[in-house]
């Protein structure tokens, strides 16, 4: 059964009415409400404001990283481990074949299920995932394989035990390492982008976001806490924070914004696979050609380049 947001309740109304006419055998009603159902859809998902993208991140059946690695990939093979403490689920690495290119996917799994949520943690990676993707990375430089980050996490794990074995050493470690890998680096922000959670993850010579993903340096419902103690800010917060992919890309902060299905990709995760699939292929053969000393370098005046400003 899908489930709805609260914005979407008039398309549950229609959605509902359809499966009735539809146990009704009642066949010209179930074109109409069809016909009925696109132009809800296209009024509902025209203007949605930022803590509605925000909410439409965090839905429930939006396609995660196993979600599109299993669309995009062929012949995919998983690596376990970072070959220090232990293997971290919330981070899922795989070789494989995209469009008969062979590509390394590092990606960020919140886990689909309880049990799932609860052995992914949620997708809050310990400093060992994020060890186990540095170490994937490393792996596809040796090999001269480029690389595919999926982003979607609340953010790194701030547990005792995760900041013990060092986790702030970790994202800080792997800011470091895939801004000078020599090989080249691709990233989608596929839901939520938490902060240093989401960076660790996110170096790269291109970033996109998917048309309703989230990316910012706190979540909306903390800021609201923080600067007015109060959780009932947290849509005002949203606005603030600016969070939204447009934004960002308005911004200069990231360098596309990828289109899901008309009403998200939770509704048709295959659109955004696509979607993602052409994006992809494109940036390769804009970058395949490149230098290895030159896309560094290009990176590196990237990422020196962000928060850059002038006095006034």
């Not at 480029?146 to 953010?155: C, E, K, M, S």
């Not at 340096?217 to 606005?239: H, R």
Request: aromatic share 6%; proline share 3%.
């Amino acid at each position: 059964m899908a489930a709805y947001l609260d914005f979407e309740k008039s398309i549950q109304q229609i959605d509902d009415d359809i499966v009735n006419a539809q146990i009704k055998g009642d066949i010209d009603a179930v074109n109409i409400l069809k016909k009925n159902l696109e132009k809800e859809i296209a009024k509902v998902y025209k203007n949605l404001s930022d803590f509605q993208r925000l909410q439409l991140a965090r839905h429930p059946d939006r396609p995660y990283a196993l979600d599109y690695i299993e669309l995009l990939l062929s012949d995919a093979y998983e690596i376990h481990g970072d070959r220090t403490f232990r293997d971290d689920p919330s981070i899922v690495c795989f070789i494989g074949y995209l469009g008969g290119k062979k590509l390394m996917i590092i990606g960020e799994q919140k886990g689909r299920g309880t049990k799932d949520k609860i052995a992914r943690n949620f997708g809050m990676p310990h400093p060992e995932g994020y060890r186990k993707a540095l170490r994937a990375a490393r792996l596809a430089e040796k090999f001269g394989l480029p690389i595919l980050f999926l982003v979607d996490t609340p953010g790194a794990y701030p547990g005792i035990g995760a900041e013990e074995r060092g986790q702030s050493e970790a994202i800080a470690r792997n800011l470091y390492e895939l801004s000078a890998l020599e090989t080249i680096t691709l990233a989608v922000v596929i839901g939520e982008g938490g902060s240093g959670g989401a960076l660790a993850i996110g170096v790269a010579d291109r970033l996109a976001m998917m048309k309703n993903s989230v990316f910012s340096v706190i979540s909306p419902e903390g800021c609201a806490a923080i600067l007015w103690n109060d959780p009932a800010k947290s849509e005002q917060a949203a606005k603030a924070l600016k969070i939204t992919a447009d934004d960002l890309k308005s911004q200069g902060l990231i360098d596309a914004v990828i289109d899901e299905s008309i009403n998200g990709a939770h509704r048709n995760k295959e659109i955004a696979a696509k979607n993602i699939a052409t994006y992809v292929s494109k940036a390769l053969e804009e970058l395949e050609n490149t230098n290895k000393k030159e896309l560094v370098a290009s990176r590196m005046q990237k990422i020196l380049s962000l928060g850059a400003f002038e006095e006034a």
